[in-house]
């Protein structure tokens, strides 16, 4: 079993690979802990490096593109380098676009239909689409509480919208 950890700072990466964890995934890909690289640099875990412009409360105000294909794909690869330089090895590297951070639906779209794009920078790509709100538009739900409304009703037992339902 290969566990996995979602974190952009450097102590929670640490304890996590003491405790097993082989993979990191920071969606920050080193912007919000400068101390990322150095933790990873000696391990030999994976490290997902995942598009980022700015924390949550802000992510929405950075999503303006003139190219959205060529920008998160120069973003991407500008940190991938930083992350080398930093140590750690091009093989342990795994890219991620960042559908829904700092992008609209129809960036995300974009990216996933250039992902080819990013397999040129030649590296594994990981590209987490789960409970997106660009996904919920495509359904129908508006926004992102009716897309949780959803999958609450969906776990609870109760007919679900989006797949029908019921579930245990």
Same mark, same amino acid.
């Given at each position: 079993?290969?566990?996995?950890?979602?974190?952009?700072?450097?102590?929670?990466?640490?304890?996590?690979?003491?405790?097993?964890?082989?993979?990191?995934?920071?969606?920050?890909?080193?912007?919000?802990?400068?101390?990322?690289?150095?933790?990873?640099?000696?391990?030999?875990?994976?490290?997902?490096?995942?598009?980022?412009?700015?924390?949550?409360? /802000?992510? =929405? @105000?950075?999503?303006?593109?003139?190219? &959205?294909? +060529?920008?998160?794909? %120069?973003? *991407? !690869?500008?940190?991938?380098?930083?992350?080398?330089?930093?140590?750690?090895?091009?093989?342990?590297?795994?890219?991620?676009?960042?559908?829904?951070?700092?992008?609209?639906?129809?960036?995300?779209?974009?990216?996933?239909?250039?992902?080819? /794009?990013? =397999? @040129?920078?030649?590296?594994?790509?990981? &590209?987490? +689409?789960?409970?997106? %709100?660009? *996904? !919920?538009?495509?359904?129908?739900?508006?926004?992102?509480?009716?897309?949780?409304?959803?999958?609450?009703?969906?776990?609870?037992?109760?007919?679900?919208?989006?797949?029908?339902?019921?579930?245990?």
């Amino acid at each position: 079993m290969v566990v996995s950890v979602d974190t952009m700072r450097a102590d929670v990466a640490r304890e996590a690979i003491a405790a097993g964890a082989r993979i990191v995934n920071d969606v920050s890909g080193g912007l919000a802990d400068p101390g990322m690289f150095a933790t990873l640099a000696p391990t030999d875990v994976d490290y997902v490096v995942m598009h980022w412009r700015d924390h949550s409360a /802000r992510m =929405q @105000e950075q999503a303006r593109y003139a190219d &959205v294909v +060529a920008e998160v794909t %120069a973003e *991407l !690869g500008a940190r991938r380098d930083a992350a080398v330089a930093g140590g750690i090895g091009s093989e342990r590297i795994i890219l991620d676009p960042g559908l829904g951070f700092s992008k609209t639906a129809e960036h995300n779209w974009q990216l996933l239909r250039r992902l080819d /794009r990013f =397999q @040129e920078l030649g590296h594994r790509l990981l &590209v987490g +689409a789960s409970r997106k %709100a660009f *996904l !919920g538009h495509l359904l129908g739900a508006v926004n992102r509480t009716t897309a949780t409304g959803r999958r609450r009703r969906c776990r609870s037992g109760r007919p679900c919208t989006m797949c029908g339902g019921p579930h245990p």
